[in-house]
Protein backbone atom coordinates (compact mmCIF):
# COMPACT_ATOMS: atom_id res chain seq x y z
CA UNK A 1 0.00 0.00 0.00
CA UNK A 2 1.71 3.47 -1.36
CA UNK A 3 -1.36 5.11 -0.90
CA UNK A 4 -1.51 8.37 1.12
CA UNK A 5 -5.74 9.14 1.19
CA UNK A 6 -6.88 12.60 2.15
CA UNK A 7 -10.59 13.55 2.81
CA UNK A 8 -13.00 15.46 1.80
CA UNK A 9 -11.66 16.01 -1.77
CA UNK A 10 -13.85 18.81 -2.44
CA UNK A 11 -15.07 21.54 0.74
CA UNK A 12 -16.46 25.01 0.01
CA UNK A 13 -16.65 26.63 3.55
CA UNK A 14 -18.33 30.06 4.74
CA UNK A 15 -15.80 32.52 6.66
CA UNK A 16 -17.33 31.39 10.16
CA UNK A 17 -17.25 27.91 9.34
CA UNK A 18 -14.64 25.69 11.42
CA UNK A 19 -13.86 22.16 9.63
CA UNK A 20 -10.79 19.80 9.46
CA UNK A 21 -8.86 18.35 6.74
CA UNK A 22 -7.68 14.70 7.20
CA UNK A 23 -4.83 12.70 5.84
CA UNK A 24 -4.18 8.87 6.52
CA UNK A 25 -0.94 6.43 5.38
CA UNK A 26 -0.23 2.96 6.14
CA UNK A 27 3.07 2.79 4.86
CA UNK A 28 4.95 3.06 8.58
CA UNK A 29 6.12 6.10 7.16
CA UNK A 30 7.56 8.65 9.95
CA UNK A 31 7.17 11.69 8.84
CA UNK A 32 3.79 13.67 7.39
CA UNK A 33 3.54 17.37 5.39
CA UNK A 34 1.01 19.56 4.45
CA UNK A 35 1.84 21.41 1.16
CA UNK A 36 -0.98 24.23 -0.24
CA UNK A 37 -1.23 24.90 -3.93
CA UNK A 38 -2.68 27.49 -5.33
CA UNK A 39 -3.71 27.32 -9.53
CA UNK A 40 -0.87 27.37 -11.74
CA UNK A 41 1.57 27.21 -8.68
CA UNK A 42 3.66 24.70 -7.32
CA UNK A 43 3.10 23.51 -3.81
CA UNK A 44 4.14 25.43 -0.78
CA UNK A 45 4.85 23.67 2.42
CA UNK A 46 2.93 24.51 5.33
CA UNK A 47 4.07 22.01 7.90
CA UNK A 48 5.92 19.05 8.78
CA UNK A 49 5.68 16.06 11.54
CA UNK A 50 8.51 14.42 12.25
CA UNK A 51 7.59 11.28 14.71
CA UNK A 52 4.55 12.64 15.25
CA UNK A 53 6.17 16.21 16.44
CA UNK A 54 5.91 19.33 14.79
CA UNK A 55 9.09 20.25 13.53
CA UNK A 56 8.26 22.79 10.66
CA UNK A 57 5.67 25.55 10.40
CA UNK A 58 6.44 27.76 7.43
CA UNK A 59 4.66 30.94 8.92
CA UNK A 60 1.51 29.80 8.37
CA UNK A 61 -1.53 31.98 10.13
CA UNK A 62 -3.06 30.80 13.33
CA UNK A 63 -6.76 30.03 11.22
CA UNK A 64 -5.04 27.10 10.07
CA UNK A 65 -3.82 24.47 12.79
CA UNK A 66 -2.54 21.12 12.24
CA UNK A 67 -2.55 17.46 14.53
CA UNK A 68 -1.13 14.72 14.42
CA UNK A 69 -3.20 12.03 16.30
CA UNK A 70 -0.92 9.70 15.88
CA UNK A 71 2.02 8.00 13.43
CA UNK A 72 -0.58 7.83 10.41
CA UNK A 73 -3.37 10.69 11.01
CA UNK A 74 -2.74 14.03 10.34
CA UNK A 75 -5.29 16.60 11.01
CA UNK A 76 -5.32 20.32 9.46
CA UNK A 77 -8.11 22.47 11.23
CA UNK A 78 -9.68 25.05 9.58
CA UNK A 79 -11.17 28.37 10.80
CA UNK A 80 -12.14 31.88 10.07
CA UNK A 81 -10.73 31.48 6.61
CA UNK A 82 -10.43 34.28 3.83
CA UNK A 83 -11.32 33.49 0.42
CA UNK A 84 -7.53 34.06 -0.48
CA UNK A 85 -7.37 30.68 1.17
CA UNK A 86 -8.90 28.75 -1.26
CA UNK A 87 -6.76 26.35 -2.98
CA UNK A 88 -5.52 21.99 -3.41
CA UNK A 89 -4.35 21.31 0.08
CA UNK A 90 -2.03 18.34 -0.37
CA UNK A 91 -0.97 16.31 2.24
CA UNK A 92 2.15 14.01 1.93
CA UNK A 93 4.17 11.58 3.96
CA UNK A 94 7.97 10.35 3.65
CA UNK A 95 9.78 7.53 5.62
CA UNK A 96 11.49 9.96 7.60
CA UNK A 97 12.46 13.46 7.36
CA UNK A 98 15.36 14.24 6.25
CA UNK A 99 15.30 16.03 3.01
CA UNK A 100 16.72 12.84 0.74
CA UNK A 101 13.62 10.59 0.73
CA UNK A 102 10.84 10.25 -1.86
CA UNK A 103 7.48 11.71 -0.21
CA UNK A 104 4.00 10.49 -1.71
CA UNK A 105 1.34 13.02 -2.14
CA UNK A 106 -2.46 12.21 -1.45
CA UNK A 107 -4.77 13.48 -3.87
CA UNK A 108 -5.39 16.90 -2.26
CA UNK A 109 -8.49 18.54 -0.79
CA UNK A 110 -9.80 21.26 -3.01
CA UNK A 111 -10.95 23.93 -0.41
CA UNK A 112 -13.25 26.55 -1.39
CA UNK A 113 -13.61 29.71 0.48
CA UNK A 114 -17.07 31.62 0.18
CA UNK B 1 16.52 31.37 0.35
CA UNK B 2 16.77 28.03 -1.45
CA UNK B 3 15.57 28.44 -5.09
CA UNK B 4 15.07 25.93 -7.74
CA UNK B 5 14.29 27.33 -11.14
CA UNK B 6 12.40 25.19 -13.99
CA UNK B 7 12.97 25.56 -17.67
CA UNK B 8 11.08 26.26 -19.82
CA UNK B 9 7.86 26.60 -18.11
CA UNK B 10 5.86 25.26 -21.22
CA UNK B 11 6.77 23.15 -23.98
CA UNK B 12 4.40 22.02 -26.61
CA UNK B 13 5.51 19.09 -29.12
CA UNK B 14 3.81 16.32 -31.29
CA UNK B 15 3.72 12.90 -30.22
CA UNK B 16 7.18 11.10 -30.95
CA UNK B 17 9.64 13.79 -30.09
CA UNK B 18 11.98 13.50 -27.61
CA UNK B 19 11.87 16.57 -25.08
CA UNK B 20 14.19 17.50 -21.96
CA UNK B 21 13.45 19.63 -19.10
CA UNK B 22 15.96 21.65 -16.53
CA UNK B 23 15.89 21.99 -13.23
CA UNK B 24 18.69 24.11 -11.68
CA UNK B 25 18.81 24.88 -8.15
CA UNK B 26 20.46 26.86 -5.62
CA UNK B 27 19.71 25.63 -1.90
CA UNK B 28 21.87 25.31 1.62
CA UNK B 29 22.79 21.75 2.25
CA UNK B 30 21.76 20.05 -0.29
CA UNK B 31 20.24 16.30 0.39
CA UNK B 32 18.52 14.94 -3.02
CA UNK B 33 16.38 16.12 -6.13
CA UNK B 34 12.85 15.08 -7.02
CA UNK B 35 10.99 14.81 -10.15
CA UNK B 36 7.35 14.31 -9.57
CA UNK B 37 4.95 14.44 -12.78
CA UNK B 38 1.05 16.48 -11.89
CA UNK B 39 -1.95 15.86 -14.21
CA UNK B 40 -5.13 16.87 -12.14
CA UNK B 41 -4.62 16.48 -8.94
CA UNK B 42 -1.37 14.71 -6.42
CA UNK B 43 2.25 14.91 -7.63
CA UNK B 44 3.62 11.66 -8.49
CA UNK B 45 6.74 10.80 -8.18
CA UNK B 46 8.97 10.19 -10.56
CA UNK B 47 12.84 10.40 -9.47
CA UNK B 48 14.77 11.14 -6.63
CA UNK B 49 18.25 11.77 -7.15
CA UNK B 50 21.28 11.76 -4.54
CA UNK B 51 24.14 11.69 -6.12
CA UNK B 52 26.25 13.28 -9.31
CA UNK B 53 26.73 11.73 -12.70
CA UNK B 54 24.33 8.66 -12.14
CA UNK B 55 21.31 8.59 -14.75
CA UNK B 56 18.16 7.06 -13.29
CA UNK B 57 15.67 5.22 -15.54
CA UNK B 58 12.14 4.79 -15.85
CA UNK B 59 10.76 3.26 -19.60
CA UNK B 60 11.05 5.87 -21.49
CA UNK B 61 11.90 8.66 -18.85
CA UNK B 62 15.20 9.15 -17.30
CA UNK B 63 17.04 12.26 -15.27
CA UNK B 64 20.65 12.93 -14.03
CA UNK B 65 21.64 15.19 -11.86
CA UNK B 66 25.26 17.38 -12.06
CA UNK B 67 25.83 18.50 -8.31
CA UNK B 68 28.78 20.45 -9.50
CA UNK B 69 26.86 23.01 -11.99
CA UNK B 70 23.62 22.57 -9.77
CA UNK B 71 20.93 21.10 -11.97
CA UNK B 72 19.35 18.09 -13.09
CA UNK B 73 17.32 16.89 -16.71
CA UNK B 74 14.38 15.29 -17.29
CA UNK B 75 14.57 13.28 -20.50
CA UNK B 76 11.30 11.85 -22.44
CA UNK B 77 11.78 9.62 -25.23
CA UNK B 78 9.15 8.71 -27.81
CA UNK B 79 6.23 11.10 -26.44
CA UNK B 80 2.61 10.03 -25.86
CA UNK B 81 -0.13 12.29 -25.38
CA UNK B 82 -0.57 10.48 -21.81
CA UNK B 83 3.19 12.64 -20.91
CA UNK B 84 0.96 15.67 -20.99
CA UNK B 85 1.34 17.50 -17.54
CA UNK B 86 2.93 19.73 -14.92
CA UNK B 87 6.63 18.34 -14.30
CA UNK B 88 7.76 19.55 -11.08
CA UNK B 89 11.14 19.61 -9.74
CA UNK B 90 11.89 19.77 -5.51
CA UNK B 91 14.74 19.61 -3.54
CA UNK B 92 15.20 18.61 -0.25
CA UNK B 93 17.47 20.16 2.26
CA UNK B 94 19.34 18.84 5.11
CA UNK B 95 18.13 20.35 8.47
CA UNK B 96 16.27 23.39 8.32
CA UNK B 97 13.01 23.07 6.29
CA UNK B 98 12.70 19.39 6.01
CA UNK B 99 9.72 19.61 3.31
CA UNK B 100 11.01 19.74 -0.42
CA UNK B 101 10.87 23.60 -2.16
CA UNK B 102 9.45 22.65 -5.74
CA UNK B 103 9.84 24.89 -9.07
CA UNK B 104 7.33 26.19 -11.00
CA UNK B 105 7.03 23.73 -13.51
CA UNK B 106 7.12 22.72 -16.73
CA UNK B 107 3.79 22.51 -18.29
CA UNK B 108 4.13 19.93 -21.11
CA UNK B 109 1.60 19.58 -23.90
CA UNK B 110 1.98 16.63 -26.66
CA UNK B 111 -0.07 17.20 -29.61
CA UNK B 112 -1.26 14.22 -31.22
Known amino acids: DTEVTQTPKHLVMGMTNKKSLKCEQHMGHRAMYWYKQKAKKPPELMFV???????INESVPSRFSPECPNSSLLNLHLHALQPEDSALYLC?????????????FGQGTRLTVV | EDKVVQSPLSLVVHEGDTVTLNCSYE??????LLWYKQEKKAPTFLFMLTSSGIEKKSGRLSSILDKKELFSILNITATQTGDSAIYLC????????????FGKGTHLIIQP
Open chain 2, 27 to 32: VTNFRS
Open chain 2, 90 to 101: AVGARGGADGLT
Open chain 1, 92 to 104: ASSPYSQGNTEAF
Open chain 1, 49 to 55: YSYEKLS
